[in-house]
Structures are given as structure tokens and as C-alpha cells.
């Protein structure tokens, strides 16, 4: 038997800048369906609009901020690191 249903989609993160308008576009394709991705999680390096979106679709969010770490290679491992506050289904 061939299920027609599309995989699961893989976890993945991507790194968005600016005012979050491309975020806010990825939100609403993900919540109309079809779309080949779940967005678990938005994280951010500072207050910004992104969290704005995030919240008015009921999306995790997460600040990790450079200063709080002692390099660049350490602040990025702990942005790639799953959080246990997310969870694809």
C-alpha cells in the first residue's frame, strides 16, 4: 500500500532577520495547510517584531542573546540546541 500523505517534516531551524515579515509569511503558509514544514519554535537574539508574530499564533519563542555566552561558536550551538519546550508532532 502507498500513502499519498507527504513525510513528516524534519526538524530544522532558520535564522530570519529584519522586521519578521518573512517570518510572519511563513506562519501563515504553515497554518493554512500543504505546507511542508511545522514551525515549533521562535527564537530571537533581542526584542523585535518576530515575537509579536510568534505570539499571535501561539508559538513557542526564546531569547538567546550573543553577550550571554563567552564566543560567537558557543552562542550558536545553544541556538541549535533543542529545547525541551518544543516538540514537532
Not at 519578521?20 to 514544514?37: C, E, H, K, M, V
Not at 555566552?69 to 552562542?75: C, F, L, N, S
Request: hydrophobic share 30%; net charge positive; aromatic share 4%.
Amino acid at each position: 500500500m502507498t500513502s499519498c500523505r507527504p513525510p513528516r517534516p524534519r526538524g530544522s531551524s532558520s535564522s530570519l532577520r529584519a522586521r519578521g515579515s518573512l517570518l510572519r509569511s511563513l506562519i501563515d503558509a504553515a497554518l493554512t495547510g500543504g505546507y511542508p514544514a511545522q514551525i515549533v519554535a521562535v527564537g530571537v537574539d533581542r526584542e523585535c517584531t518576530a515575537q509579536e508574530h510568534a505570539d499571535a499564533a501561539d508559538i513557542p519563542q526564546f531569547k538567546t542573546t550573543l553577550r550571554d555566552y563567552a564566543d560567537r561558536g558557543e552562542w550558536d550551538r545553544a541556538l541549535t540546541k533543542p529545547s525541551p519546550n518544543t516538540n514537532p508532532t
